[in-house]
């Protein structure tokens, strides 16, 4: 996945999404879990492609 203006309004959108459960009650304390995980996936695939493209 390369960095587009799409990933990153889908990083954007996780983000909000964790900053939601976040602000409720700890019962979400599995949900923020996967956002989490599935943030650091997210990252982990745009650093990847930044870094294979070429002049990065």
Do not use: F, Y
Request: glycine fraction near 6%.
């Amino acid at each position: 996945m390369a960095a587009t203006p799409r990933s990153i309004v889908q990083l954007k959108d996780r983000l909000r999404e964790l900053n939601d459960c976040l602000e409720t009650e700890p019962s979400g304390v599995e949900e923020m879990r996967q956002l989490k995980q599935a943030l650091e996936s997210l990252l982990d695939e745009l650093h990847g492609e930044a870094l294979s493209e070429p002049g990065k």
